[in-house]
């Protein structure tokens, strides 16, 4: 049992339960609390500080999450076994968790026009370059428009013109075969994923996962208590040979065809088909998350999985999180004719229907046009970024690491050299003011690679180019 | 075997699922669908009506849905042995599942200025009365005003100052005991009810409910496989007594204290209090769905069941469905500080996060004292429409109903005459363009009442006089 020295400022902006949060969390990226380190009891600890339980439940909820924590609270809480970054710093929650301080009050802080989205942080986009008057003024349009009907109860399966629009663009961008009809909107790709779990799997059934791989997903999966099965991914994607060795009663395999999580590498053709044929083989079923197809640096973006699949077996994951703005909570699953109504049922109980405004703005944002003028431009900028970001790291960190891919999406992953630990080099950065995820977090298996995933999404040429310089830095210094 | 005579327009603007779906509804309403008969197969119909799959599939799922079909597409679909309403007609819903034509066309059917949402509709706000230019202008201000860092990842929690808004007024309106930390902000009291079941009930354990009590709330406490315990509910609210016979291994009770759903009586005080007792003895749960509190219309609101819990044993649920509107998707938790992390965890992998937009304008709306005067302008507005109701039902149908209940809330419940079938009465009502909920659908048991629930607060003073009005020629009309 340890005693925390966390200095809590009952006169600061920052809400306590924040405070301990980030005591805890510092305590650990700078290795005052080690691994495996029993932490007080929430009671013990509102104790030791003088202050309510409440803050203190608050922010271990949210280090469990992050992954810093294990254990639950009451029955003993523990420093993880291996650093987190897990959760923390993939593609959602934990923006999501860190961000809260900088989201709470009105205004971001002033030392960060980024309002604390720093430089590498994971599955950001370009918040800065977003069309933010035009956006405004189809949300000002839409939200005068909506008739009476529309503020009553919607279509549980979201309102049509939006998944008309949807299914349109998935048709011709994303060569998905789709009907309107077939199109779930759903709060983001997590939600699509929990729904899945809650339709495909019961306790105890299997559902097969890239390795390394995508930990959010893990959450969602596992959720009803399925049985996570990881599979090796090589550089033509997941390894279905292992599958058929090892994929016996695995019922669905997660998969991100065109931009693997977090290798970066895409799917190749030949192991598309034996994946597909395996599933009809074994009438299991395939969640393609397209997560992070829309930007293609090196060639032409990849047509979906879901558009080679003859046989239904494919259930096709899609999120606005990352080509718009993760706030905007709209997501969508394409699902098969034959599963229709089972999702329906489950989408109903999880939630009515989804609230209708943005799904009005979004649906006038596509068919007006603007999502592909968006999507175009963006993808320049993001070029412009991911050279940056290169260029930076090859001026600065050339001999530390090799890049494995960059060729899409908005991270790049590269290799640590060797004797470079990423959980210790990842622990280092964050003392530098820079957020990014360990390879090694992305495995499920002991056996893990040592890298980093930078993401490249929410910063400028400049600040991807002085952060790389930092990096530098961080990784010709010492440990500690 | 039936074979469905649908009329099919191609070159209607209605959809052709919808088509389809009001054509077996109607069908089943006027008969000539009768219970137990089998329906052909999506496949088979398809071909009959030379129609794709998808929209035949879309049809029967949302029939499904509302009850109106039971049994699984594929292995065969049947009428509903008891007509539905349960869903149909209940509070959420069918309201949403119908509204659905309505609210997919930009505007509403000239022909009703309600765009579809007629008379006696069940959880409709007067959307009519409601602040549309006082909310936009607050939606264009927030949209205006949204930090970058809002725009990125928010807290899962909820934003901060909706939940601090969320608590001061719980604590002042409702007598409900919590902090900000203990509010858990969902997509409505739905996703409440199906978060806590996936928190507290895993299969095999069982849930009590209210007998009768809200069919909406089957689908969300048994989705992981509870089992349902109907309890007994007289003038004093859910029989504890029977609780303590028939509430073995029960972990959790489902109860609407302030206003019974569907009878509308309030739980007494030392009802409550013996329920209290009888968690803390058992251990167990009790899950309070304050969703139609805020009106009363012949004494002052009562305090909520949370408020007397002195052993943390509630879980408070509330909505902004009925008091703003419901496409608006905001409701929330209210979470012992004991359950605090688990609700987290199971939150975040349901959804990431609730959308920013609407939370921060209903933080301005509670914050700027908008809500209050909402709520108590709203109450006048219900009075007037709850008696004008009243008394057009004493004119019109006196002899042949009795109310049980108005003195709250949005709906008005009574009994019919002897002899009078209430299913069949809201068969012959829709065939009027009436929609009401049958009493005998909100029972699980066998022992049935026969009565009526009309909701009133969708409707204007006018339109409710007129609809009791058409309601006694139906009540007089020979049956079918």
């Not at 997903?217 to 090892?246: F, H």
């Not at 175009?376 to 690491?401: K, P, Q, S, V, W």
């Amino acid at each position: 049992m340890t005693t925390l020295h966390l200095p809590i400022d009952r006169s600061s902006a920052t809400p306590i339960h924040r405070q301990i949060y980030e005591g805890i969390r510092g305590a650990i990226l700078e290795g005052r609390l080690r691994s495996g380190r029993r932490i007080p009891s929430s009671r013990a600890l509102a104790m030791e500080l003088a202050v309510s339980r409440l803050p203190v439940l608050t922010a271990y909820a949210q280090l469990l999450h992050e992954g810093y924590l294990e254990g639950r609270v009451g029955s003993g809480t523990f420093v993880s076994a291996s650093l987190p970054d897990d959760l923390l710093l993939t593609r959602s929650t934990a923006t999501g968790l860190r961000s809260t301080t900088r989201v709470s009050p009105p205004a971001p802080s002033p030392d960060d026009g980024y309002g604390g989205l720093g430089p590498f942080r994971m599955s950001l986009p370009a918040l800065d370059e977003f069309p933010h008057t035009l956006w405004n003024r189809l949300v000002a349009r839409q939200a005068h428009a909506l008739p009476h009907a529309a503020m009553a109860y919607g279509d549980p399966a979201g309102w049509m013109p939006l998944r008309a629009a949807i299914a349109d663009h998935l048709r011709l961008a994303r060569a998905v075969r789709c009907e309107a009809e077939q199109i779930l909107v759903v709060p983001g790709s997590q939600a699509a994923l929990r729904l899945a779990a809650a339709v495909l799997l019961a306790r105890g059934d299997r559902v097969a996962m890239e390795e390394p791989g995508y930990p959010g997903a893990r959450a969602a999966l596992t959720a009803d208590g399925a049985e996570l099965v990881p599979v090796p991914v090589d550089d033509e994607g997941m390894s279905v040979a292992a599958l058929w060795t090892r994929g016996r009663r695995v019922r669905v395999v997660y998969v991100t065809p065109s931009h693997q999580y977090p290798l970066g590498t895409a799917m190749s053709a030949a192991r598309r088909l034996a994946l597909l044929e395996w599933a009809v083989a074994r009438d299991a079923w395939v969640l393609e998350d397209d997560y992070d197809s829309e930007y293609r640096y090196v060639s032409r973006p990849l047509g979906a999985l879901q558009g080679m699949d003859g046989h239904e077996r494919v259930i096709y994951v899609g999120t606005f999180s990352k080509v718009l703005f993760p706030a905007l909570r709209i997501g969508y699953l394409v699902v098969p004719c034959t599963l229709w109504s089972r999702f329906m049922h489950a989408r109903w109980a999880f939630d009515l229907f989804p609230p209708t405004l943005y799904q009005a703005v979004l649906a006038e944002f596509l068919r007006g046009g603007h999502y592909v003028r968006h999507l175009r431009r963006m993808r320049a900028i993001y070029h412009g970024r991911r050279d940056a970001l290169l260029g930076g790291l090859a001026r600065h960190c050339g001999e530390r690491l090799n890049v494995l891919n960059a060729d899409g999406g908005l991270h790049v992953t590269m290799r640590l050299a060797d004797g470079l630990d990423d959980a210790d080099v990842v622990a280092r950065m964050a003392r530098r003011g820079l957020t990014a995820t360990a390879l090694s977090s992305c495995y499920k298996g002991r056996e893990r690679r040592s890298g980093l995933l930078l993401g490249f999404g929410g910063s400028t040429e400049r600040r991807l180019a002085e952060a790389a310089r930092v990096l530098g830095e961080v990784l010709r210094a010492d440990r500690g």
